[in-house]
């Protein structure tokens, strides 16, 4: 999406825009994002500040110097690192870069494996058990009764 300001106005613009489809149950509305836009001063340019890797506004004139490079180069860029201290991997600006706590290093981040969950269905369970239980010795029960009547015929006695 492109937009166009027609008006200068210093700071920070915030647009909301929210869709509401009558085929989505739910709130009204049924989604909302925001965005922000940071309106450059008049005469100003952004660029990439390398050494801290920030984004920053400098006038036309000094755009050019070694210091910087354009607001989009890799330098300014988020970059993915690992967290040393919770063991995930984050997106950072490398200005954020703080050896002590970050690392470029992925095996730092090497999820401990979970323990396996041993799958439980509760109270149906206990109910499943108890009927197969019945089940069982319900079977046993007649077929001894029949090995009874099958024994106590003339041609099945020794």
Same mark, same amino acid.
């Given at each position: 999406?492109?937009?166009?300001?027609?008006?200068?106005? @210093?700071? !920070?613009?915030?647009?909301?825009?929210?869709?509401?489809?009558?085929?989505?149950? *739910?709130?009204?509305p049924d989604d909302?994002?925001?965005?922000?836009?940071?309106?450059? #001063?008049? *005469?100003?340019?952004?660029?990439?500040?390398?050494?801290?890797?920030?984004? /920053?506004?400098?006038?036309?004139?000094?755009?050019?110097?070694?210091?910087?490079?354009?607001?989009? +180069?890799?330098?300014?860029?988020? /970059?993915r690192v690992c967290?040393?201290? #919770?063991?995930?991997?984050?997106?950072?600006?490398? +200005?954020?870069?703080?050896?002590? &706590?970050?690392? !470029?290093?992925?095996?730092?981040?090497? @999820?401990?494996?979970?323990?396996?969950? /041993?799958?439980?269905?509760?109270? !149906?369970?206990?109910?499943?058990? #108890?009927?197969?239980?019945?089940?069982?010795? *319900?079977?046993?029960?007649?077929?001894?009764?029949?090995? &009874?009547?099958?024994? *106590?015929?003339?041609?099945?006695?020794?």
């Open positions: 999406l492109t937009a166009k300001v027609p008006v200068y106005k @210093a700071g !920070t613009i915030v647009n909301t825009v929210c869709v509401e489809t009558p085929t989505i149950p *739910g709130t009204n909302c994002d925001t965005a922000e836009v940071e309106v450059p #001063t008049p *005469g100003k340019v952004r660029v990439c500040d390398i050494q801290s890797g920030n984004v /920053i506004s400098v006038s036309e004139a000094d755009k050019d110097n070694e210091g910087y490079a354009p607001a989009d +180069s890799p330098e300014c860029q988020p /970059i967290d040393t201290t #919770t063991k995930t991997h984050v997106t950072i600006r490398k +200005s954020q870069l703080d050896d002590s &706590r970050y690392t !470029t290093d992925d095996s730092a981040c090497v @999820a401990q494996p979970e323990p396996p969950v /041993i799958p439980s269905t509760g109270p !149906t369970e206990a109910i499943l058990s #108890t009927v197969s239980f019945g089940t069982i010795a *319900g079977t046993t029960y007649y077929w001894r009764s029949s090995r &009874r009547r099958l024994l *106590g015929l003339p041609f099945l006695k020794k």
